[in-house]
């Protein structure tokens, strides 16, 4: 939910949010490889810090899907509600770190 407030918030042109959602994958990537490149030059303060908390998504969705399995003997609705909405923030995980990787060629911004 931040890392799509955040460009709203700071005026940022729809034109631009394909950018800054590989940035945010580029940062969250510089995170765990400190030697990986990183535009720190020409991107706003505010896409690094934005993008280093992404890290967490995975961490996040993955105890909502824990959750849900450890519900799903007495609250099946919820739980299946619950797990649906992790896995589903796990796909969209998946397809931004996939789309950063085909527009930076593996992580080389281009």
């Known amino acids: 939910m931040v890392a799509v407030a955040t460009p709203i918030v700071h005026g940022t ?3 631009l ?6 940035d ?3 940062a969250m990537t510089h995170q765990i490889i400190p030697t990986a ?3 720190f030059f020409w991107r706003q303060s ?5 993008g280093s908390w992404l890290l967490l998504m995975p961490f996040g969705a993955g ?3 824990a959750g849900g399995a450890f519900g799903w003997p007495t609250q099946r609705r919820l739980a299946g509600t619950v797990s649906g909405l992790a896995l589903s923030l796990l796909l969209a995980y998946s397809i931004v770190g996939w789309w950063a990787v085909a527009q930076t060629w593996q992580g080389i911004p281009v």
């Open 37 to 39: 490149a990183y535009p």
């Open 63 to 65: 105890v909502g899907v």
């Open 24 to 26: 945010y994958v580029l």
């Open 13 to 15: 042109p729809a034109v």
């Open 17 to 22: 949010w394909p950018v800054i959602f590989t």
């Open 46 to 50: 505010w896409v690094y810090s934005t």
